[in-house]
């Protein structure tokens, strides 16, 4: 057939000349369950929809007419856009087997920025994915894309186009394959600015299109490495910087499924092969056209970013290994000897009684109660650590024989399937082993009866232990030595025993991705090191769902039981939930931290493009183990790391048991350091805050890349080292061993040294800059204002304080901000509780308009405006109407700095200043 598909294969590139798609040899290969290594002529001809191309020693995708799907009949109209009929040419031309007959394609239009495009069983349902998205009423009436689709008869192919630019958003490639349990979609991209997908091991934030770039998507416990692998969460979502002009669209593609994406080059075209294992093909496009408008267009419709609580902006200090409260109490002591500022205090699994959820132990934690109310008393929060799996040990454990009373449990598809060694008492419910010594269950929190189980055990261990937050670890799900004869930390002297999972088409699925050739895979299958993926879970509606459609969801539904449950412990604040596992949505809810990584200097570096893209993900309070999980820092790399980490959204050292200590306050240099470095973070509290109520009303992302801000620029675009607090402080830290200075790219406008004030730079360009072990380079830009308040060790203490503005002007001696402000933890926060002013600085006058209530704000005032970029000495300095007298104001002619002393209580509302 290898002749027939050629000519087929020439005849079609001209047909697609002649429809001005240009020449394209679209050479896909064909993917191997093996991996792309073994590619030869005998494993190609294994696949009827593959051709051996001889001359290029490669297997690729026969044509489109062969292999892939025709356009048949007319369009049909509905409410929303059309659908069209799809029908496979030849049936046994396939991959994996088991195509797909008939397909639809429907095209469904929502606001005009946001395009769906699904390809479905025409005669038959597949599982679709059960998270709610949020859609507008009513249907765009100017959309800013046009569809496009072949002629009746033709080859089945589709494209996106951006109207303003005609340039294609999307142009599919190659034969679409849609069998029981593969699907694959190709298409050329109209740039090789692309970012974004996860949760992944990148090591650059814009991808490669190195040949056989493939990355796999699918929730798996997987700490940070450096091979193409997946890890704790999915997020099959990206961007792509269009053009020169810096037009902006995402994609979305909304499956649950086990997933993998490949990056190459077609001839000349940056290209992208998307492959799932099941569900359907079901893309959202958002079409921007900025990067911030594309942020906010997603979030509107998987939901806008959890306000976090003010304390939760702290300092957190976690470790696994305290191991005792005396172990604890001695750490906590030397950050207060040291004035570190430290808002919350964590606790990994060791606290627990034999490692059991919602217990403590007895002996070493005997007096755990009473730590917690000195931290109180210090006003520093508790945060614990719970697992999702519960030990089966019924009789002895209340948790889990409520759980089996409620029948919360995640279970087989089939009786068949419960093991004949199944305990007693354990019913039908799948059985693992994580961290407790005897064997367990897992949740099932799709079930509405699991929320409530699980929100009773949350209220009943809080009168045990008044914890203020809840940190979800495991919840990929996690088991330990699945497939294998007994999982590494199986207990000595038992008869060896692991959880198995059955050979059928989900736990041996034709094309596992390649997540089961990467990593810490030890059976090679896609349940290793997770529960078996014909477990069944059940929703509120007596739906049932396969774990292999539904495994990627179990930390989101988990984040959401978590999220309801706290909101009954804590009535009407909000829930602080820290999440290791996510999916779309779960931003609305959780924290996330990025898993499991080493005290090593290039996993810095990686801490900054997984936080940039959790940005893109909707989950912009997120921050990575500072000084490394895994590992022992030495005092440069912890140093060095305590500065970076001082402006992560989510602030937290954290490390491995059996590990020396790595708090701030072991290594002289590093206390001082991270006392500066947190001090100024705790200073620009108010700056962040007031940027998290932005994100969570207008879905915006909190950190950012450069070309967020300055989308034309291209060489903004390559730059992963360096990062934005929205639009108004960049940060460039050292993630270089031994370095004393860097190369920091400063784009177009005016850079003030946050923390000197000096001019330090007009952009574009590219500078190296001192930073010396005890610098991290921070630097304003021109244009903003930040609103900021004196430090404290704590936020409740910090609170209290006086607040200013840094006013950096730019070019045209302007600048804009605003100061949000409330009581910090509440709920349902409604305007007539909260603060809220907008600045503005033009033409000499600063105008503060006021939105403001007096509860939250009673006794707090405005003592510094500080403008940086004033080119002379004022002549005079009016304040609401009254002239100043000098000793109220300093200008300082070296910096071309002003700083006007002023006693503005927030409570006043509006005021104006101008200066001649
Ligand atoms: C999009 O598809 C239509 C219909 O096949 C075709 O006429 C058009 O040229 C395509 N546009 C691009 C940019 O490929
Ligand atoms: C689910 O099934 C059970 C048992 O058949 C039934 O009692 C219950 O009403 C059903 N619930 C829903 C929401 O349909
Ligand atoms: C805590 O206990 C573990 C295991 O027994 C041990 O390896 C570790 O060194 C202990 N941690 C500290 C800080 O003593
Ligand atoms: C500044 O003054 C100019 C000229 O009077 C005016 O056009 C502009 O709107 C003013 N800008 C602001 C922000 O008030
Ligand atoms: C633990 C384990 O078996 N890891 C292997 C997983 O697969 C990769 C790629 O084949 C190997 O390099 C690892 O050693």
């Given amino acids: 057939m290898g002749s027939v598909g050629k000519l087929a294969a020439v005849l079609l590139g001209l047909v697609a000349l002649a429809n001005g798609q240009g020449l394209h040899k679209e050479h896909l290969e064909c993917p191997f369950p093996e991996g792309q290594d073994v590619s030869s002529e005998s494993e190609c001809a294994k696949y009827s929809a593959c051709m051996w191309e001889a001359d290029e020693d490669a297997c690729h995708m026969s044509n489109d007419q062969l292999a892939g799907y025709m356009v048949q009949g007319e369009p049909e109209v509905t409410a929303t856009g059309y659908k069209v009929s799809l029908v496979k040419e030849d049936p046994s031309v396939t991959l994996f087997g088991e195509d797909v007959a008939n397909l639809i394609f429907e095209v469904i239009n929502h606001e005009d920025y946001h395009l769906q495009i699904k390809i479905y069983d025409a005669d038959s349902s597949r599982y679709e994915v059960p998270v709610d998205l949020s ?46 349990h593969f699907l694959q979609l190709s298409t050329h991209l109209p740039s090789d600015y692309l970012y974004g997908f996860g949760e992944n091991t990148h090591r650059s934030f814009k991808h490669s299109f190195e040949p056989r770039t493939t990355f796999p998507i699918f929730a798996r416990d997987q700490p940070v490495g450096y091979e193409e692998m997946n890890e704790y969460g999915t997020h099959p979502y990206y961007s792509v910087i269009e053009d020169d002009e810096g037009n902006t669209h995402s994609v979305l593609i909304w499956n649950s499924n086990a997933l993998e994406y490949s990056t190459f080059m077609d001839d000349v075209d940056p290209s992208m092969t998307i492959r799932s294992i099941g569900g359907i093909i079901d893309l959202h496009f958002f079409l921007g056209p900025t990067p911030e408008e594309v942020n906010s267009q997603y979030v509107g419709m998987i939901g806008r970013s959890a306000f976090p609580n003010y304390w939760s902006l702290g300092f957190h200090l976690s470790r696994w290994g305290y191991n005792s409260t005396e172990g604890l109490r001695e750490v906590r002591e030397r950050m207060k000897a040291a004035g570190i500022p430290q808002d919350v205090q964590t606790c990994d699994i060791d606290y627990m009684d034999k490692k059991r959820d919602f217990t403590y132990d007895p002996v070493a934690w005997a007096d755990f109660a009473d730590l917690i109310d000195d931290l109180h008393a210090d006003d520093v929060k508790l945060t614990l650590i719970l697992d999702p799996a519960l030990v089966i040990d019924f009789d002895n454990y209340a948790p889990a024989s409520r759980g089996r009373d409620s029948d919360v449990f995640v279970k087989w598809m089939s009786p068949d399937l419960v093991p004949e060694d199944q305990e007693p008492g354990a019913n039908d419910y799948v059985t693992g082993y994580v961290w407790p010594d005897e064997k367990v269950v897992f949740p099932d929190f799709m079930k509405p009866e699991t929320q409530t189980w699980w929100a009773n055990e949350l209220k009943e261990f809080h009168k045990v232990l008044p914890y203020d937050s809840i940190w979800i670890d495991m919840n990929e799900p996690a088991n330990f030595g699945t497939n294998l004869d007994q999982p590494w930390n199986w207990p000595e002297g ?116 997984g936080m940039l893209e959790m940005n893109l993900f909707g989950i912009p309070m997120v921050g990575a183990d500072i000084c490394g999980f895994f590992g022992e820092p030495d005092m440069e790399l912890c140093l060095r790391w305590m500065q970076l980490g001082a402006f992560y959204p989510f602030s937290r050292n954290h490390n491995t048991i059996g590990t020396a200590h790595q708090d701030p306050g072991m290594w002289p240099e590093v206390e001082e350091n991270s006392r500066h470095y947190l001090l100024l973070r705790y200073k620009f509290l108010p700056y962040l805050y007031g940027l998290f109520h932005y994100a969570h009303m207008h879905g915006s992302s909190v950190v950012r890349p450069l070309h967020n801000i300055f989308p034309s620029d291209l060489t903004a675009r390559d730059i992963d080292d360096q990062f934005f607090w929205a639009d108004g402080i960049m940060v460039a830290p050292v993630i270089t061993q031994g370095a004393t200075s860097r190369d920091v790219y400063f784009p177009q406008g005016l850079w003030y040294d946050l923390e000197n004030h000096n001019l330090a730079a007009t952009g574009p360009v590219t500078l190296n800059v001192d930073a010396p072990l005890e610098v991290l380079p921070l630097y304003v830009r021109g244009g903003v204002m930040l609103a900021y308040q004196e430090p404290e060790v704590t936020t409740t203490k910090s609170r209290l304080n006086p607040f200013g503005m840094i006013i950096a002007l730019d070019e045209d001696q302007y600048a804009s901000g605003s100061l949000y402000w409330d009581a910090g933890d509440e709920l349902n926060h409604v305007m007539d509780e909260v603060y809220m002013s907008h600045m503005t600085f033009a033409n000499g006058s600063l105008i503060s308009q006021s939105h403001h209530s007096t509860d939250p704000v009673a006794g707090l005032y405005i003592s510094n405006l500080e403008f940086l970029g004033y080119p002379n000495i004022p002549s005079s300095v009016i304040l609401d109407g009254v002239e100043q007298p000098e000793s109220e104001w300093e200008y300082d002619a070296d910096l071309q700095k002003l700083v006007l002393f002023t006693d503005i209580p927030l409570e006043q509302g509006d005021f104006t200043v101008t200066l001649a």
């Fill in 135 to 180: 859609f507008p009423d009513e249907i765009g009436t100017d959309p800013l894309y046009d569809v496009g689709f072949s002629e009746e008869g033709k080859p089945f192919h589709f494209n996106v186009t951006r109207k303003t630019t005609g340039t294609f958003v999307f142009r599919s490639i190659g034969p679409l394959t849609f069998e029981e």
């Fill in 494 to 609: 038992m008869d060896p025993w692991s959880l198995k999972c059955p050979d059928n088409e989900w736990d041996l699925p034709p094309y596992p991705t390649k997540m089961v050739r990467v990593g810490d895979n030890q059976s090679k299958k896609i349940s290793d090191k997770t529960i078996c993926m014909s477990s069944q879970h059940q929703d509120g509606h007596n739906n049932t769902f396969l774990h292999y459609d539904v495994h990627s969801l179990y930390g989101y539904y988990e984040t959401l039981a978590t999220y309801i449950g706290l909101q009954e412990v804590f009535p009407n604040k909000r829930p602080t939930v820290l999440s290791r596992s996510t999916f779309p949505g779960s931003g609305s809810m959780a924290i996330h931290w990025l898993g499991d990584n080493s005290a090593e200097w290039e996993q810095m570096h990686m801490s900054i493009i």
